[in-house]
């Protein structure tokens, strides 16, 4: 089972980033995903997360109106689309399988967005 | 919004003793979905408990977690200087979903 996130980098503030993340390992179409943040020296900050078939998003309100997450069952793959991005954004993201009882029984190394002029 | 407060901010123990780290919710939740992880220095967090009191795949018997309403323990008995880390609790809500504790070190 692995999580495999891709797509961050140095953005502007006001810029967009797409982050993405490939699932091997398990049937990705079974089970919610999501994304958990985690700002330099910071604790760990849930992003968003979706539904096993995509018809059900929630998204923390730090990043609500300026994130869209998204799943392709068909690819094995979530995504992630942040715009406006704002200096406190800075983090490194992590994508995030649904266990048991809507526990993270499986992270992905992470992601790291810099959003800095 | 649930909010989790995790204590003590620090615990600093030695070898072979027993740590005891506290989640307390704003509100009560349901107990199904309280989880703890650890998070070592330069990786990804790790699942240890899921509903509040069931170990993670491959998760040694020394973690134990309890709790319910508001209150929620885990406990790391025997400790080894592996188990340094930092400890979250986490809650899941179907309507405003995750939130995190802001996270214990343990120092041993």
């Known amino acids: 089972v692995q999580l495999l996130e891709s797509g961050g980098g140095l953005v502007q503030p006001g810029g967009s980033v797409r982050l993405s993340c490939s699932a091997s390992g398990f049937t990705f179409s079974n089970f919610a995903m999501g994304w958990v943040r985690q700002a330099p020296g910071k604790g760990l900050e849930w992003v968003s997360d979706i539904s096993a078939t995509g018809g059900r998003t929630n998204y923390a309100d730090s990043v609500k109106g300026r994130v869209i997450v998204s799943r392709d069952n068909s690819q094995s793959t979530l995504h992630l689309q942040m715009n406006s991005l704002r200096v406190e954004d800075t983090a490194v993201y992590y994508c995030?399988?649904?266990?048991?009882?809507?526990?993270?029984?499986?992270w992905g190394q992470g992601t790291t967005v810099i959003v800095s002029s | 919004e649930i909010v989790l407060t995790q204590s003590p901010g620090t615990l600093s123990l030695s070898p072979g003793q027993r740590a005891t780290l506290s989640c307390k919710a704003s509100?009560?939740?349901?107990?199904?979905?309280l989880a703890w992880y650890h998070q070592k220095p330069g990786q990804a967090p790790k699942l240890l408990i899921y509903a509040a009191s069931s170990r993670a795949t491959g998760i040694p018997d020394r973690f134990s977690g309890s709790g319910s309403g508001t209150d929620f323990t885990l406990t790391i008995t025997r400790l080894q200087p592996e188990d340094v880390a930092v400890y979250y609790c986490?809650?899941?809500?179907?309507?405003?979903?995750?939130?995190f504790g802001q996270g214990t070190k343990l120092e041993i």
């Open positions: 986490q809650h899941y809500g179907t309507s405003v979903g995750y939130s």
């Open positions: 509100q009560s939740v349901n107990s199904n979905y």
């Open positions: 995030a399988k649904a266990g048991f009882w809507f526990s993270v029984d499986v």
